[in-house]
């Protein structure tokens, strides 16, 4: 990634975290507010999303298509969400969840149009959401480095769940380096 993407991303993580370490979270959608529980704060919001899953032995560079490209067989499911608590899809109501306490991992995808969420250390497979962007080859409709920031923000707040959040923000750099 290059270096001004690089120090874009952690200053706006460290933005983030200001507000989020503070029990901040995003404003919360009017058709979704219903299903959040007391104390859960919205961390990140990707829209136009998919899910699949995926063989985690296989390497993401060897996917046969690439998540969220044209041909890859996700479902668009809506918008993706991150919380304190878990990570969701939704349209008009929530179709498939992910409650921290039940995942092992999350990544983002190294082309950081993603995340992949693992059950167990061990996993036969792991779900994938992804950005669509079904536009001609080559071209994107969406801007890369806001897709990067929001799923980074899903990798934080699990890092948080999971008491790891200093840990985590220690390693960005190096990672968006691309040394890890």
């Known amino acids: 990634m290059p270096a001004t993407s690089k120090e874009r991303l952690i ?10 370490g503070r ?3 995003q404003f919360r959608p009017v058709n979704l507010r219903s299903q959040f529980a007391t104390g859960e704060l919205l961390a ?3 829209s136009s ?10 390497p993401v560079a060897d996917w046969a298509t690439r998540a969220g490209a044209r041909g890859w067989t996700g479902r ?8 304190n608590q878990r990570a969701f899809l939704a349209g008009r109501k929530i179709t498939r969840e992910w409650p921290w306490i039940d995942v092992y991992s999350v990544r983002v995808l190294p082309d950081w ?10 996993a036969e ?34 890092a948080q769940y999971r008491g790891h959040l200093d840990e985590w923000v220690r390693s960005l750099p190096d990672r ?4 890890t």
């Open 44 to 46: 990140s919001v990707v």
């Open 11 to 20: 200053a706006g993580i460290d933005r983030w975290l200001e507000s989020y």
């Open 23 to 25: 029990g901040k979270g």
């Open 125 to 158: 497979s792991v779900d994938v959401l992804a950005k669509e962007h079904h536009g001609a080859p080559g071209t994107r409709r969406f801007d890369p480095f806001d897709v990067a920031f929001r799923f980074l923000k899903f990798e934080g707040a699990f």
């Open 76 to 83: 668009a499911e809506g918008a993706a969400y991150a919380t």
């Open 49 to 58: 999303v998919g899910w699949t899953e995926r063989d985690p032995s296989v």
């Open 176 to 179: 968006l380096a691309g040394n």
């Open 113 to 122: 149009t993603g995340v992949m969420i693992a059950g167990r250390a061990d």
